[in-house]
């Protein structure tokens, strides 16, 4: 699960990691109360507002703006909120802000230099351990940095049954080129971060930048977090941080229905029974030449309702040019499966494009009579073999019959 900027900074201050500070408002009233309040408590007169959305690279993308006075806030925020924000994380088309952060500004000038360091807790897999990846380059193109100079990069591995150890967090801030009071407080700011990363459960704390003030306070500027959503259960406080207006509107449905699905990128559709099986099942798409359009488990009870959830599912993708449904009846029967795929069919009535369905396991001959006799666009399989083949020339018929289209026109392209 993924939060909103304003909501990692909510997780960091409870773990007393120190953030820059500020409310998040949803209309343009809302925001100029915010910064008032902001006011009286910081005596800040420069605001800055930052669109809330689920992708970086909103400071490019015109969503993070400075506010000089109270009227400004409510200019900037009316401009911000409502906005189609398109940065270099978003699709084309860019997001809808419903939300902006008024945060204040800790960009002042004093005493010493301003500084941008970038820092990410996240897991390295291949190592087992919980790694702290950081840069003295911090700012807003962090890939860039990691393209052209890798070795501005550090990272710093914590055995996550030790946790971070005090001389792993005195590095840290050493090699960030801090002394004095700002080297303390980055090697406490490393140790909170961690404590943050771990107690939450999270996959994920980016905090670019992480500002040095020309006070040599260490503060969180930006949160990027992403929360393990297998861990939810154990922090109930945190559910109500999921924004549906952010997710993938499909993957939402799925989850209502009970559904496990992945949206991704090709052209077959694949509803299956058990996630070990769906794998083997994309894996057989690629091996016929397509791309699996979707993960879909269907759970051990496929039956028709839950099937033609999974069609309706799948049909809402306009890239899908063909599906296989790959099911085991081990606990359920094939032959009720069958039945199910062919209602689903029957009260969808608007599908057409070929599928492949191959029912394996308890009455396995009977749900492929049912599919053969049912005088509707299915192509069975009983093998895996089989399967691949007939997906396979589900997807080149289409092909060719594209080909014989454009063909005439060739010498256009
Ligand atoms: P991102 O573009 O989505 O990563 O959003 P950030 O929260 O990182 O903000 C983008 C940039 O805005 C930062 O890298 C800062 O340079 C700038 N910025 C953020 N807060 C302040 C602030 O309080 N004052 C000033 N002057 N600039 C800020
Ligand atoms: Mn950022």
């Known amino acids: 699960m993924n939060l909103h900027e304003y909501q990692g900074k909510q997780i960091l201050e409870s773990f007393g990691v120190s953030i820059q500070r500020g409310y998040v408002a949803n209309t343009p009233d809302e925001a100029l109360e915010c910064s008032r309040k902001l006011f009286n408590e910081t005596g800040t007169k420069i605001y800055v507002i930052k669109a809330q959305i689920h992708a970086g690279g909103r400071g490019k993308g015109g969503g993070v703006k400075i506010a000089k006075s109270f009227d400004e806030v409510k200019e900037i925020s009316s401009e911000i909120i409502g906005m189609n924000l398109i940065t270099p994380q978003t699709s084309k088309e860019g997001k809808l802000v419903r939300k902006v952060l008024v945060a204040e500004d800790v960009y002042y000038d004093g005493d010493s230099d301003k500084k941008e360091f970038y820092i990410s807790v996240l897991l390295n897999r291949s190592t087992s351990k919980n790694m702290i990846v950081y840069s003295t380059e911090g700012g807003v193109d962090i890939e860039a940095v990691a393209e052209k100079t890798p070795e501005l990069i550090f990272n710093e591995e914590i055995d996550p049954a030790q946790g971070i150890l005090p001389f792993q967090s005195r590095k840290i801030a050493f090699n960030l080129g801090l ?163 062919v209602s689903a069919y029957k009260n969808l009535n608007n599908i057409n494009i070929p599928i492949i369905v191959r029912l394996q396991g308890t009455n396995a001959d009977k749900a492929k009579e049912i599919i053969d006799n049912s005088g509707l666009n299915f192509l069975s399989a009983s093998g895996f073999d089989e399967a691949a083949k007939k997906v396979q020339s589900a997807i080149s018929w289409q092909k060719g019959i594209l080909f014989l289209f454009l063909a005439p026109f060739w010498h256009f392209f």
Do not use: W
């Open 179 to 341: 002394k004095g009071s700002a080297f303390k407080n980055m090697s406490k700011f490393v140790t909170n971060l961690y404590m943050a990363f771990e107690k939450s459960d999270a996959s994920l704390f980016e905090i670019n930048p992480v500002l040095k003030s020309s006070d040599d306070k260490i503060i969180a500027v930006d949160s990027k977090v992403t929360i393990d959503e297998n861990a939810l259960y154990r922090h109930k406080d945190y559910e109500s941080m999921r924004d549906l207006n952010e997710e993938n509107p499909v993957e939402v449905q799925a989850r209502d229905s009970g559904l496990n699905y992945v949206d991704l990128d090709g052209n077959v559709g694949c509803m299956v029974n058990g996630a070990g099986l769906a794998m083997a099942t994309m894996d057989l798409i690629k091996l016929a030449g397509g791309e699996p359009a979707n993960f879909l488990d269907v759970g051990g009870t496929a039956d028709s309702e839950r099937v033609e959830k999974a069609f309706r599912l799948i049909l809402q993708d306009p890239k899908v040019k063909a599906i296989l449904v790959n099911i085991f009846g081990g606990i359920v029967r094939c032959d009720r499966v069958a039945e199910g795929i």
